[in-house]
Protein backbone atom coordinates (compact mmCIF):
# COMPACT_ATOMS: atom_id res chain seq x y z
CA UNK A 1 0.00 0.00 0.00
CA UNK A 2 3.18 2.22 0.55
CA UNK A 3 4.24 1.94 -2.46
CA UNK A 4 1.13 2.64 -4.50
CA UNK A 5 0.44 5.66 -2.06
CA UNK A 6 4.22 7.04 -3.26
CA UNK A 7 3.08 6.68 -6.26
CA UNK A 8 0.16 9.01 -6.27
CA UNK A 9 2.29 11.61 -4.45
CA UNK A 10 4.44 11.81 -7.08
CA UNK A 11 1.68 11.81 -9.88
CA UNK A 12 0.49 14.69 -8.12
CA UNK A 13 3.45 16.46 -8.14
CA UNK A 14 4.31 15.49 -11.59
CA UNK A 15 1.24 16.47 -12.85
CA UNK A 16 1.08 19.85 -11.45
CA UNK A 17 4.84 20.61 -12.37
CA UNK A 18 4.59 19.22 -16.24
CA UNK A 19 1.02 21.73 -16.10
CA UNK A 20 3.30 24.51 -15.65
CA UNK A 21 5.74 23.78 -17.80
CA UNK A 22 3.98 23.03 -20.25
CA UNK A 23 1.70 26.22 -20.36
CA UNK A 24 4.82 28.21 -20.07
CA UNK A 25 6.80 26.96 -22.40
CA UNK A 26 4.59 25.24 -24.91
CA UNK A 27 0.66 26.95 -24.63
CA UNK A 28 1.70 30.93 -23.78
CA UNK A 29 4.36 31.03 -26.59
CA UNK A 30 2.74 29.15 -28.53
CA UNK A 31 -0.48 31.18 -28.35
CA UNK A 32 1.22 34.54 -28.70
CA UNK A 33 2.98 33.18 -31.70
CA UNK A 34 0.63 31.37 -33.79
CA UNK A 35 -3.08 33.21 -33.03
CA UNK A 36 -4.03 36.35 -34.88
CA UNK A 37 -4.74 38.64 -32.28
CA UNK A 38 -2.88 39.50 -28.52
CA UNK A 39 -6.25 39.32 -27.29
CA UNK A 40 -7.23 35.93 -28.74
CA UNK A 41 -3.96 34.51 -27.17
CA UNK A 42 -4.49 36.29 -23.76
CA UNK A 43 -7.83 34.55 -23.66
CA UNK A 44 -6.02 30.97 -24.24
CA UNK A 45 -3.48 31.43 -22.22
CA UNK A 46 -6.08 32.44 -19.21
CA UNK A 47 -8.32 29.91 -19.71
CA UNK A 48 -5.62 27.13 -19.30
CA UNK A 49 -3.87 28.67 -16.50
CA UNK A 50 -7.52 28.77 -14.80
CA UNK A 51 -7.61 24.56 -15.29
CA UNK A 52 -4.20 24.61 -14.40
CA UNK A 53 -4.83 26.66 -11.20
CA UNK A 54 -7.49 24.12 -10.11
CA UNK A 55 -5.50 20.93 -11.33
CA UNK A 56 -3.02 21.98 -9.41
CA UNK A 57 -4.77 22.65 -5.86
CA UNK A 58 -6.11 19.39 -6.32
CA UNK A 59 -3.30 17.59 -7.01
CA UNK A 60 -1.35 19.48 -3.83
CA UNK A 61 -4.61 18.16 -1.80
CA UNK A 62 -4.89 14.82 -2.93
CA UNK A 63 -1.00 14.94 -2.31
CA UNK A 64 -1.44 16.02 1.62
CA UNK A 65 -4.05 13.83 1.91
CA UNK A 66 -2.21 10.71 0.44
CA UNK A 67 0.82 12.04 2.31
CA UNK A 68 -1.04 11.68 5.83
CA UNK A 69 -2.58 8.57 5.12
CA UNK A 70 1.09 6.96 4.17
CA UNK A 71 2.76 8.74 7.27
CA UNK A 72 -0.35 9.68 10.00
CA UNK A 73 2.24 11.14 12.89
CA UNK A 74 1.65 14.32 13.90
CA UNK A 75 5.80 14.58 13.35
CA UNK A 76 4.88 14.12 8.86
CA UNK A 77 3.27 17.75 9.37
CA UNK A 78 6.71 19.25 9.71
CA UNK A 79 8.53 17.37 6.80
CA UNK A 80 9.95 19.69 4.02
CA UNK A 81 7.62 18.52 1.22
CA UNK A 82 4.38 18.98 3.02
CA UNK A 83 5.14 22.39 3.85
CA UNK A 84 6.24 23.33 0.09
CA UNK A 85 2.95 21.42 -1.26
CA UNK A 86 0.77 23.84 1.50
CA UNK A 87 2.58 26.92 0.06
CA UNK A 88 2.40 25.97 -3.43
CA UNK A 89 -1.55 25.47 -2.84
CA UNK A 90 -1.68 29.01 -0.51
CA UNK A 91 0.59 30.56 -3.52
CA UNK A 92 -1.64 29.24 -6.56
CA UNK A 93 -4.83 30.45 -4.57
CA UNK A 94 -3.33 33.65 -4.44
CA UNK A 95 -2.96 33.85 -7.80
CA UNK A 96 -5.94 32.51 -9.05
CA UNK A 97 -8.52 34.19 -6.76
CA UNK A 98 -6.33 37.77 -6.31
CA UNK A 99 -4.18 38.30 -9.21
CA UNK A 100 -6.07 36.97 -11.81
CA UNK A 101 -9.31 38.15 -10.39
CA UNK A 102 -7.75 41.71 -10.92
CA UNK A 103 -6.19 41.26 -14.13
CA UNK A 104 -9.64 40.32 -15.51
CA UNK A 105 -10.94 43.48 -13.70
CA UNK A 106 -8.28 45.74 -15.70
CA UNK A 107 -8.83 43.48 -18.95
CA UNK A 108 -12.70 44.06 -18.80
CA UNK A 109 -11.81 47.98 -18.19
CA UNK A 110 -9.33 48.17 -21.20
CA UNK A 111 -11.63 46.25 -23.73
CA UNK A 112 -8.78 45.37 -25.94
CA UNK A 113 -5.51 44.50 -24.75
CA UNK A 114 -4.34 45.60 -28.26
CA UNK A 115 -5.75 48.88 -28.85
CA UNK A 116 -5.52 49.64 -24.96
CA UNK A 117 -2.98 52.67 -24.79
CA UNK A 118 0.45 51.52 -22.98
CA UNK A 119 0.03 54.30 -20.58
CA UNK A 120 -3.52 53.56 -20.15
CA UNK A 121 -3.61 53.09 -15.43
CA UNK A 122 -5.54 50.33 -16.39
CA UNK A 123 -2.89 48.88 -18.83
CA UNK A 124 0.17 49.93 -16.17
CA UNK A 125 -1.73 47.37 -13.65
CA UNK A 126 -2.86 44.74 -15.76
CA UNK A 127 1.09 44.56 -16.85
CA UNK A 128 1.91 44.79 -12.76
CA UNK A 129 -0.48 41.99 -12.16
CA UNK A 130 0.98 40.09 -14.82
CA UNK A 131 4.05 40.04 -13.60
CA UNK A 132 2.78 38.86 -10.50
CA UNK A 133 1.45 36.27 -11.57
CA UNK A 134 4.72 34.95 -14.08
CA UNK A 135 6.80 35.35 -10.39
CA UNK A 136 3.97 33.55 -8.60
CA UNK A 137 3.90 30.07 -11.06
CA UNK A 138 7.63 30.71 -11.48
CA UNK A 139 7.91 30.43 -7.43
CA UNK A 140 5.16 27.22 -7.88
CA UNK A 141 7.27 25.56 -10.22
CA UNK A 142 10.35 26.12 -7.88
CA UNK A 143 8.72 24.73 -4.74
CA UNK A 144 7.47 21.99 -6.66
CA UNK A 145 10.40 20.71 -7.86
CA UNK A 146 12.36 20.89 -4.15
CA UNK A 147 8.74 19.31 -2.85
CA UNK A 148 9.51 16.20 -5.45
CA UNK A 149 13.36 16.36 -4.10
CA UNK A 150 12.21 15.78 -0.65
CA UNK A 151 9.65 13.52 -1.78
CA UNK A 152 12.32 11.47 -3.19
CA UNK A 153 14.48 11.96 -0.07
CA UNK A 154 11.99 10.24 2.26
CA UNK A 155 12.13 7.14 0.84
Known amino acids: ?3 ALRTIEFLCLGVWIGGICLL ?4 AP ?3 GLLG ?3 AAGTMVRFTLSRL ?3 GMGAGIIYLVVHFMRMPSFASVARAAVILVALMILLTAFSQFY ?3 HM ?7 GSIEHASATSPAHIGFEK ?5 VWLESAVLLLGLAATYFTVRSS
Do not use: K, T
Open 37 to 39: SQD
Open 24 to 27: SFVV
Open 1 to 3: MSN
Open 53 to 55: HFI
Open 104 to 110: ADLRHEM
Open 129 to 133: YHQYS
Open 99 to 101: VGA
Open 30 to 32: GAF
